[in-house]
């Protein structure tokens, strides 16, 4: 659905990672945006750049309660804890979000006619036993595990939205994202780019979990933000895959952050989490085929870009720290 200039879009989760770039690409193109986030796991700071522009506007809720911001043109749904650790300590909410959540988005794309896509994730695969995954993989999950809190919400999700488009004919669309880093990546939320980068211009040991042989496929974030945007404006219902097909292994990631970091950092083995799955690849060849994408950005390239944001973000925590002192 081609997304009209004169309706607002609302962007949920907009105070993370992923939504706040979202908004500001949405901003870029010339729409109107209202972003929603209960600040659970995103920040005001995230949002930051995006303050003096007077065709966004921020609404603090929680999603999982129903809510309204008036008639909107378009949904993006992407709140929900989405790093390891901060799923682990937000696990009800993270299923909530995932059932009530979604349900409140679809709601208002229903009742507006508005277009959705949700942001479903690679984990739906779980440990996969296919490589690389495509979409008509249904995967292995660890229902009851420790991991079950997010891959079972994003699961629900899923079904919940293709409900939505059978039974109350939703525009609706499924992009399932692989590992993505880049700027505003939360600093302290444990995922692997972000504890290497800190790590490594602290000259901290890198902490390695398991032999560091299991394997990521690592998308930069405007790559991604450039593949969600044309799913949402396609004719695609089922689910798609958008991600870097070039797969690390954790170890060889690590190595990538020492050398565009220069940090003489150590490796230090830790043990794996329960559940980690040991391989991660998208098979994009439904992205190439249906939107004419594909990524642009390789890892060494996208550390570096990334660079510049965990530096400062280092520096700012010093300052806090200092000023905390004083
Ligand atoms: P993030 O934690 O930075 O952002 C998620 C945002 O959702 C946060 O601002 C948080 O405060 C908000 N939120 C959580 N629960 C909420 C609620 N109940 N009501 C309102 N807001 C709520 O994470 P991210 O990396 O930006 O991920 C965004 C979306 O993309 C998530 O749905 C995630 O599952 C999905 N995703 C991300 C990745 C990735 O690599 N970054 C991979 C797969 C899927
Ligand atoms: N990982 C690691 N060291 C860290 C953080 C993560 O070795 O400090 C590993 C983790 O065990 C997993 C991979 O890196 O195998 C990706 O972890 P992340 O939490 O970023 O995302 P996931 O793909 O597991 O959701």
Same mark, same amino acid.
């Given at each position: 659905m081609e997304i009209s200039r004169t309706q607002s879009i609302l962007v949920t989760g907009a105070a993370g990672f992923l939504g706040s770039h979202l908004c500001q690409a949405l901003l870029a193109e010339g729409h109107s945006v209202v972003g929603v986030d209960n600040l659970s796991t995103g920040r005001m700071a995230n949002l930051a750049e995006l303050s003096g522009e007077s065709r966004f506007d921020f609404v603090e809720t929680d999603i999982c309660q129903p809510f309204d911001v008036g008639k909107v043109g378009y949904v993006f749904n992407f709140a929900s804890p989405a790093s390891p650790a901060d799923y682990a300590r937000?696990?009800?909410?993270? %299923?909530?979000?995932?059932?009530?959540?979604?349900?409140?988005? %679809?709601?208002?794309?229903?009742?507006?006619?508005?277009?959705? %896509?949700?942001?479903?994730?690679?984990?739906?695969?779980?440990?996969?036993?296919?490589h690389p995954q495509n979409e008509s993989y249904w995967g292995r999950v660890n229902p009851i595990?420790?991991?079950?809190?997010?891959?079972?919400?994003?699961?629900?999700?899923?079904?919940?939205v293709m409900a939505f488009h059978r039974y109350h004919g939703v525009d609706t669309h499924l992009v399932r994202i692989f590992n993505t880093y880049g700027p505003r990546l939360q600093p302290t939320d444990g995922r692997v780019i972000s504890n290497f980068m800190i790590q490594a211009l602290l000259g901290e040991d890198l902490t390695v979990y398991g032999d560091g042989r299991q394997t990521r496929s690592f998308c930069f974030v405007s790559d991604l933000i450039d593949g969600i945007l044309r799913l949402s404006r396609s004719s695609e219902h089922l689910p798609v895959n958008i991600g870097n097909p070039e797969e690390w292994t954790i170890l060889e990631c690590a190595r990538e952050v020492l050398a565009v970091t220069g940090s003489q950092s150590k490796i230090r083995y830790e043990p794996l989490p329960q559940d980690d799955p040991m391989q991660r690849c998208p098979d994009i060849s439904k992205a190439k085929r249906l939107l004419g994408w594909e990524p642009k950005i390789a890892l060494r390239r996208g550390l570096e870009l990334s660079l510049p944001y965990f530096r400062s973000s280092?520096?700012?925590?010093?300052?806090?720290?200092?000023?905390?002192?004083?």
């Open positions: 937000l696990g009800p909410e993270t %299923l909530y979000v995932g059932s009530y959540g979604t349900r409140h988005a %679809l709601e208002i794309a229903r009742r507006h006619a508005a277009g959705f %896509l949700h942001a479903s994730t690679s984990e739906c695969y779980g440990d996969p036993d296919v595990g420790p991991r079950s809190v997010y891959d079972e919400a994003k699961r629900f999700s899923e079904a919940l280092l520096a700012q925590a010093g300052r806090h720290a200092r000023s905390g002192q004083s």
